[in-house]
């Protein structure tokens, strides 16, 4: 049988996303900031949108509603018991909402009460300033300065410098001498064990004992005590005392300054007590932008440019886009809402009663429950934070997955499973350490069915050492 090349028509339905829905499935998973990024370039290719004030526009008080009800500015009360609704608590919301959301930017900022905070760098030059430096050594020294790491350690090439410089090498190790004995004790160091030596000898205290055991820290990260009472020639006793005098050293002696300005995470989503009970749930208005669209400019240019079909149709292609952004915005305004409080009513004992009291959750549930795609649920989570009376969560941290109950009851939160290994840890002795089948028993009798092997993955994911490791480590303490 001979094969051959034929034409043939056939029809087949497909579903094709077009520009706008994949710019608006995007729009989804944008943070706040990305967001407003993406309006104002918008706003400045299309002629006919402008930024609205925060009083009005495609975002006030009827606009963003929950499912079944409107509700003010994205806020949506949730049915359920809360004991954070006291009326001193709920005094205390009110008190930073009202501060915070302040919708016509009257209210004191936050920024203003913040101080500049003074950097490692300008800390250190104003000593070298203060120093009574040759003008060559002056210059060595802002040279190293430059160099210093924001952790407080140095990790110029001195021979480099040096050279090129036209200076000898000797010359930069004796400003360097001088400039590890600026503050903060240990500043300019090239090596962890050259931090500690330095801070050691400003107390006097680096004898060849103490020397070796800095020499090797290797050792002591291991806790291999009997090599390190050899290396030292000192009692378990001497070694425990020089062991708590290295504990107390700063090993980053930078990190006590400011490196830099500091990013505040802004919410997404409020949650706050409702005083008719349960919770309410706000979106808050400083991440969402408000467009208006200038219909007078519209009307004015269209009489202008009746005779010129190239510039209507640009013209109407800027409102049609103008008309889909306001959608989309106010679609994911809308979407964030179900998202939060769906999260909100399945975590409710969460917000009552704290991490131990989280319960297992998936995509799907949420998704299921508002009639989404779970995709969608996870665009919306994404780079998007809740403020809770419990503090800020990223939307994600409420997804975890299930661990079986003993008991054949509800399943119990993967977080709230560290939670309590992490109390069971905190609550030892150091006559009852508890290894990780211990543990695994303990969780068995509260009702929750994890194996050892799963402890001992929660625990090291928590940097949690082993029972060996805490047993010796509680010996240091006691």
Same mark, same amino acid.
């Given at each position: 049988?001979?094969?051959? /090349? ?48 925060? $009083?009005?526009?495609?975002? +006030? $008080? ?24 006291? #009326? ?35 800390? *250190?030059?104003? !000593? ?7 003008? !060559?050594?002056? @210059?060595?020294?802002? !040279? @190293? ?33 001088? =400039?590890?004995?600026?503050? #903060? ?14 801070? =050691? ?5 680096? +004898? ?18 009997? /090599? ?22 700063? #090993? ?8 830099? /300005? ?25 991440? =969402?932008?408000?467009? @208006?669209?200038?219909?007078? %400019? %519209?009307?004015? &240019? ?28 106010? !679609? ?6 179900? *998202? ?22 998936? @995509?799907?549930? &949420? ?12 665009? *919306? ?19 975890? *997955? ?14 709230? &499973? ?14 009852? &350490? ?23 993955? %929660? ?5 949690? #050492? ?13």
């Amino acid at each position: 049988m001979q094969s051959s /090349a034929s034409l043939f028509q056939r029809q087949k339905q497909s579903i094709v996303a077009s520009p706008q829905l994949i710019e608006s499935i995007r729009l989804l998973q944008l943070a706040h900031t990305e967001l407003h990024q993406f309006v104002e370039a918008e706003i400045e290719k299309n002629p006919l949108l402008e930024s609205a004030s925060n $009083d009005g526009g495609p975002f +006030d $008080d009827a606009s963003i509603s929950g499912a079944d009800q409107p509700v003010g500015f994205g806020a949506k009360p949730v049915e359920g018991p809360t004991g954070a609704g006291s #009326p001193e608590r709920l005094g205390q919301w009110k008190s930073l909402r009202n501060t915070t959301n302040n919708p016509r930017g009257n209210g004191p900022s936050l920024d203003e009460f913040a101080t500049l905070a003074e950097t490692l760098h300008d800390h *250190v030059a104003r !000593q070298i300033a203060l120093t009574a430096f040759t003008p !060559q050594e002056r @210059l060595i020294a802002g !040279q @190293l300065a430059a160099d210093l790491e924001d952790t407080g350690y140095l990790r110029a090439n001195l021979l480099e410098l040096a050279e090129s410089l036209n200076v000898h090498e000797a010359v930069v190790e004796r400003v360097l001498g001088t =400039l590890q004995q600026f503050d #903060p004790p240990g500043v300019f160091a090239r090596s962890l064990r050259e931090c500690l030596e330095i801070q =050691l000898r400003q107390r006097n205290r680096l +004898d060849p004992a103490m020397a070796a055991l800095v020499a090797h820290l290797e050792m002591l990260a291991r806790r291999d005590f009997e /090599a390190l009472k050899q290396h030292c020639g000192v009692d378990e006793e001497d070694l425990l005392d020089m062991m708590h005098e290295v504990r107390a050293l700063d #090993p980053k002696p930078g990190n006590r300054f400011e490196s830099g /300005a500091s990013e505040s995470i802004i919410p997404d989503v409020w949650v706050t007590p409702s005083p008719q009970g349960g919770w309410q749930i706000e979106l808050d208005p400083a991440t =969402l932008p408000k467009l @208006l669209i200038n219909q007078t %400019y %519209y009307a004015e &240019v269209t009489r202008q440019t009746a005779q010129n079909s190239k510039d209507q149709a640009f013209l109407d292609e800027c409102l049609q886009n103008a008309n889909w952004l306001i959608r989309s915005l106010d !679609q994911r305004a809308k979407t964030i809402v179900k *998202v939060a409080a769906e999260i909100v009513r399945q975590q409710d004992a969460f917000l009552e009663h704290g991490v131990a009291h989280l319960r297992p959750l998936n @995509l799907r549930t &949420v998704a299921d429950a508002i009639g989404v795609h779970e995709s969608t649920v996870s665009r *919306v989570t994404s780079n998007k934070y809740m403020l809770t009376p419990r503090g800020v969560f990223e939307l994600k941290y409420f997804f975890t *997955v299930a661990i079986a109950s003993c008991q054949g009851g509800d399943a119990h939160s993967a977080e709230a &499973v560290r939670h309590r290994i992490k109390a069971i840890i905190a609550a030892e002795s150091p006559g009852d &350490v508890l290894s990780d089948e211990d543990i695994a028993v303990r969780l068995k009798e509260t009702g929750i069915d994890v194996a050892r092997r799963t402890v001992t993955k %929660y625990r090291e994911a928590m940097n949690i #050492p082993s029972s060996v490791q805490r047993r010796r480590e509680m010996r240091l303490c006691f």
